[in-house]
């Protein structure tokens, strides 16, 4: 679950800072990518460089140093990252995030933060148990943050009790547990459409057009539509895949029948996600009888399909609704233009010439342009991980409405 999720480390003064390096070791082992930002006094245990080795990434230090013109660092950072987390967190920084104070590149950079926040202890016995730290504490977890609790133990102080911070690999398994969880959640009784795959235009009983759409990308969200706790129906073209686990299957042939399927289904739904290749032509007239070999060429005359995404896009209400821009040229500008044609909340587009991103590939790389102007890319990965990431798109915007 932390593959690909950006993870900011903020690491305070203690003698607990040398585990913090292990735990940077530990996310980045996992797929995470981690930046850290360490406090003036953590940098006397451990040195920034240690942390630049291990995140492969820049450490911050300094609110005033900013390397980058065109961003500025904490609020660049802030916004950058999927989880935040303060480890070690002292008395000290604790008591500056309750009271608001911004007096260093962390608080200053806490301010800013909008998404999950873990705050992980570690202090004497006494100073855990001190009441000024117990009502920050409660004050923290009030504004939601989540806290990773000492363990007991004997300290560096020479007290045994409360105030150890939890090891590196149990932090990982907490966020792991914490985000596996949080996913499951995502969609729970919402219901999803998706259509997937190509479809096929008869030319006779023998023959016919279509593309080369394996489906996966579409299954892939199906799968991980129906993990998140949503109730799936999935409107699929002709494809070589089983049906993921926990779907409604709808199996069509032709871009009619798709269309048919998708008006049908589409009022009862609250996402309505558009990843099949639905042939854009068909030809006009279909042979009963298969068409004999003839010398010299021959014509097929062809007649527009209905676009399944518009027509959905014409009638939705309340429905969150998603499409799909395969391009292999001018890929933003074909995108921007098909979302606010077809009045789409989301257009996520791909350029399939492109190595790993194209049709019957496990992986792909897209671009999500959303109606409000955020514009979000995805490096490549697999599809389904490419999936998850559409879906708590998808997951933010019911949320708004």
């Not at 940077?24 to 850290?36: D, E």
């Not at 759409?213 to 993990?227: D, N, R």
């Amino acid at each position: 679950m932390l593959k690909n999720k950006n993870i900011l480390l903020c690491v305070t003064g203690g003698i607990a800072v040398y585990k913090a390096a292990a735990l940077t070791s530990k996310l980045t082992q996992h797929g995470a990518n981690v930046r850290v930002v360490m406090s003036g006094s953590a940098t006397k245990f451990v040195t920034p460089i240690t942390f630049q080795a291990l995140s492969r990434n820049e450490v911050y230090t300094d609110t005033f140093q900013e390397n980058n013109p065109e961003v500025v660092a904490h609020i660049h950072l802030a916004d950058w990252a999927d989880a935040v987390v303060v480890a070690p967190a002292t008395a000290n920084i604790i008591g500056k995030l309750a009271n608001g104070i911004a007096d260093d590149m962390i608080s200053t950079i806490m301010l800013a933060v909008t998404s999950d926040v873990f705050i992980a202890p570690a202090m004497n016995v006494h100073m855990y148990e001190h009441p000024a730290v117990k009502k920050n504490m409660n004050t923290l977890a009030g504004f939601g943050y989540h806290f990773l609790e000492p363990g007991e133990g004997y300290l560096a102080c020479g007290y045994t009790g409360k105030g150890r911070l939890e090891e590196p690999e149990a932090i990982v398994d907490k966020l792991d547990r914490f985000y596996r969880e949080k996913q499951e959640q995502l969609l729970k009784k919402q219901k999803v459409l998706i259509t997937a795959g190509p479809t096929r235009e008869a030319i006779d009983p023998v023959r016919f057009l279509t593309n080369h759409s394996s489906g996966k990308m579409g299954y892939a969200l199906a799968a991980e539509a129906v993990a998140m706790g949503a109730e799936v129906t999935l409107v699929s073209g002709p494809v070589h895949l089983d049906p993921p686990a926990g779907v409604n299957l709808v199996r069509v042939e032709s871009a009619q029948e798709m269309f048919d399927a998708v008006m049908r289904e589409m009022d009862g739904q609250d996402v309505i996600i558009k990843t099949a290749a639905v042939a854009d032509y068909r030809p006009k007239v279909t042979h009963r009888q298969k068409i004999k070999k003839q010398d010299g060429d021959m014509a097929i005359e062809m007649e527009r399909t209905k676009d399944i995404l518009m027509e959905v896009g014409k009638r939705k209400k309340h429905q969150v609704l998603i499409g799909f821009a395969a391009e292999t040229e001018q890929v933003e500008r074909y995108a921007k233009a098909k979302l606010e044609k077809k009045n789409a909340d989301m257009i996520v587009a791909n350029n399939v010439a492109e190595a790993g991103s194209g049709f019957g590939s496990d992986t792909n790389a897209v671009t999500i342009y959303e109606r409000n102007g955020t514009v979000t890319e995805i490096p490549t990965m697999t599809k389904n991980e490419v999936a998850v990431r559409i879906l708590q798109k998808a997951a933010s915007l019911l949320k708004k409405d």
